[in-house]
């Protein structure tokens, strides 16, 4: 069964400091990795995809990297208008299937 | 309208209400999926349309059921739904639904149950 696992559950940076996070998976064959961001009360934005080991991705103050194991999404020098919540996603791995399994999610906040 | 629509934007409705939320993309998709949230729970997958043709269901209850009149429409009908079917109900699109493409996603319906 596919699984994917996102830590921590909910980060608090002042202005300014960078972190990561991360989201570790458990498929049998990836074939993507997707990051969304979710604002309160509205649907996922898409972030990046990523397709295999060693693979980066930026756009602006994030950059997403992907292991065969796990996604990080770096975060430098973040403001207050960064603060959502960070969703991993990876396709179903199932045949046939077309849907995404997601990870719970990380609520990030950033403090002016 | 561009992007992926979805009205109405909040439903309050009863168990013994019958109700149906719609879902629009202007992206040119032939891929439609549905999704519900849950506070503290992860998406989940209900339904997905690819060419108009239903090609999953996620083990949902019958009381949901799913329309796709043509590939860029998509309906969820509620009938006797219960107060733990209260959520965020997603729709998304994608090009052609092989599952490694991108989904976007509409603004969502947030459903109160009562």
């Known amino acids: 069964e596919d699984q994917v696992t996102q830590s921590p559950e909910a980060l608090r940076l002042q202005e300014g400091e960078s972190s990561s996070l991360n989201c570790s998976y458990t498929?049998?064959?990836?074939?993507?990795l997707f990051w969304y961001r979710q604002d309160p009360g509205k649907g996922p934005e898409f972030l990046f995809t990523?397709?295999?080991a060693g693979e980066e991705k930026e756009k602006e103050r994030l950059k997403a990297t992907l292991t065969k194991k796990e996604s990080f999404l770096h975060i430098t020098a973040p403001k207050p208008e960064d603060s959502a919540t960070y969703l991993c996603?990876?396709?179903?791995?199932?045949?046939?299937?077309?849907?995404?399994?997601f990870g719970k999610g990380t609520h990030l906040i950033i403090q002016p | 309208e561009t992007g992926v629509t979805q009205t109405p934007r909040h439903l309050v409705m009863g168990m013994t209400n019958k109700k149906s939320l719609k879902c629009e993309q202007h992206l040119g998709h032939n891929a439609m999926y549905w999704y519900k949230q849950s506070a503290k729970k992860p998406l989940e997958l209900m339904f997905v349309y690819n060419f108009k043709e239903q090609t999953e269901n996620n083990s949902v209850p019958s009381r949901f059921s799913p329309e796709c009149p043509n590939s860029s429409h998509l309906f969820l009908h509620l009938h006797t739904l219960q107060p733990e079917d209260s959520a965020l109900y997603l729709c998304a699109s994608s090009h052609s639904g092989t599952g490694s493409e991108t989904q976007y996603f509409g603004p969502g319906t947030r459903l109160l149950v009562l």
């Open positions: 498929v049998s064959g990836l074939r993507g």
């Open positions: 996603a990876v396709p179903y791995s199932g045949g046939g299937a077309d849907g995404l399994t």
């Open positions: 990523l397709y295999s």
